[in-house]
């Protein structure tokens, strides 16, 4: 009886040594893809605010330009 339930552990282990090998692969495959996420964030808000500030900074232009001619 003590050998079977050591030859129950044994396989009970090696299941959870392949399910950790399985969470750490994905695990690191996630945490890519949220980085990769999270930096799209950023660009696009970063290339929101270059627009606005290329706006206003020819809105002033034009309107320097508007007054001299």
Do not use: Q
Not at 36 to 51: D, F, H, P, Q, Y
Request: hydrophobic content about 50%.
């Amino acid at each position: 009886m003590a050998e079977r339930t050591v030859a129950e552990i044994m396989e009970a282990l090696a299941r959870i040594e392949t399910d950790v090998k399985t969470i750490a692969r994905n695990g690191a495959d996630h945490e890519a893809r949220l980085r990769a996420i999270e930096n799209k964030s950023g660009k696009r808000m970063e290339a929101l605010t270059v627009s606005v500030l290329t706006a206003i900074a020819v809105g002033v232009v034009g309107y320097v330009l508007g007054k001299l001619f």
